[in-house]
Structure formats: C-alpha cells, structure tokens
C-alpha cells in the first residue's frame, strides 16, 4: 500500500552540485508529475510524464530535467543547483485526465 | 492562462462551526476539473474534493462540499462541524488546460479551528 515514493526527504547541496530526486509509484498510474512549494506560492508544476518514454514541461521548468524508462518511475535531475531551488518537491501521480493526484510525501531541498 | 485565487490567507473558526473557503478560477476553457486538497503541518498533500466544469451537482464528500457557481467562477470548499483536526492550509486548484496535463495551484488559506 505504498502509493508515491519520494527519497530522500531531505538534502542539503551546495550551489553547483547535482542530484536526482526519486520518484516511484506502485499503482500503476500512467500518469506522473513534479510540483515545487514554495512559502506563498502554492504549488508550481516543473515536468510530466503521461506514460513511459513521453515527458513534458509545466510551468517552471528551467534547471530540471525528466525521464521516463518505466510506468513506475520518475526521477528529476538537478544538473547545476542553485539556491532559487531551494523548495520543497513534491512527485505526484494519477490515473486519468480528471483524476485527483497522489502525492508524494516531498523532499525538502536547501541549496546554499 | 488558468488562474486561481484564494483571497483569505488566513481564518480562525470556533470547533464544531461550519467553515466556507473561497476559491475563485479564471479560465476561458469550456472543460475543466477543480479540486481541494489539504495540507496539514506534517506537509503531506491529501485529495478532498473533486468538482468537473460540466457536473450539475455540486460535490460532496462526507463533510465536505463543494458549493460550485460556474457562471460567477467561483468553487467555495464548505467543511460542515469543523474539528480540531481540520487545522491545515487548504489549496484551490485547476486543470492547467492549453495542452498541459497537469494543476494550477491557488496560493491556499491557512485554517485554523479553536476550542
């Protein structure tokens, strides 16, 4: 009963550095997604995926890159952190167009 | 491009009170969804309520409603008996449209309900 797996739930990188932040679901959703938090602003969309081998941007996509090998993982790459990237991520799935999304539990990211 | 708006940042409610959260939407699309979602201060995302631009009833779920009003673009979340446990911030979203799969978010209303 796992749902969406987010690792790690928290990092600390330095201005440069890269990461990837992993994202796996159990449900079998087609459908995968990456928002950023940050205070005030809501939640932002930064890349999708509708199935394997098909990603596009949302609206904040600069500085992050997607792929999709399989149904089940997501995972966002962080080439060159910086600290505008300091955030909270969130990964999120769902099953159709007007489906509600399953979240993640979120990475908390400090880039300094 | 889909706008959401939620105009009261915060809200303090006596327990048991009902509570009505506003969300208004801009958009020019003919189909979209809208859905609230809580937050609590653990920060998981939990899925409340879910209204299609088409539906002709409003949405409920247990106690929570959604009092929709397609023509003033409004989709007000109305929580009935409000406890202690629904102290959280709640987000207004859209589907983004134009293409894009995925939401827009509202900048949320923090609840916090009293004893």
């Known amino acids: 009963n796992a749902g969406v797996t987010q690792t790690p739930k928290f990092q600390v990188l330095k201005t440069g550095q890269s990461m990837t932040l992993q994202c796996a679901q159990d449900?079998?959703?087609?459908?995968m997604s990456w928002y950023r938090q940050d205070p005030g602003m809501g939640l932002r969309l930064i890349h999708y995926?509708?199935?394997?081998?098909?990603?596009d941007q949302g609206e904040v996509p600069n500085g992050y890159n997607v792929s999709r090998s399989t149904t089940e993982d997501f995972p966002l790459r962080l080439l060159s952190a910086a600290p505008s990237q300091t955030s909270v991520y969130f990964c999120a799935s769902k099953r159709g167009y007007n489906s509600p999304l399953h979240f993640g539990n979120g990475t908390r990211l400090t880039v300094t | 491009a889909q706008k959401i708006t939620q105009t009261q940042p915060g809200m303090f409610v006596q327990e048991k009170e009902a509570v009505t959260l506003d969300c208004t939407y801009d958009?020019?699309?003919?189909?979209?969804?809208l859905f609230w979602y809580k937050q609590p201060s653990s920060g998981e995302m939990i899925f409340l309520i879910y209204q299609g631009s088409y539906d002709e009833q409003n949405a409920t779920e247990g106690r929570y409603s959604l009092n929709f009003q397609k023509a003033r673009k409004s989709a007000n979340l109305v929580i009935s008996a409000s406890q202690l446990g629904d102290s959280a911030m709640y987000f207004c979203a859209m589907t983004l449209g134009g293409g894009a799969d995925g939401l827009t978010f509202g900048k949320g209303t923090h609840l916090i309900i009293q004893p």
């Open positions: 449900m079998n959703h087609e459908y």
């Open positions: 995926s509708v199935g394997a081998g098909i990603t």
């Open positions: 958009t020019s699309d003919q189909s979209y969804g």
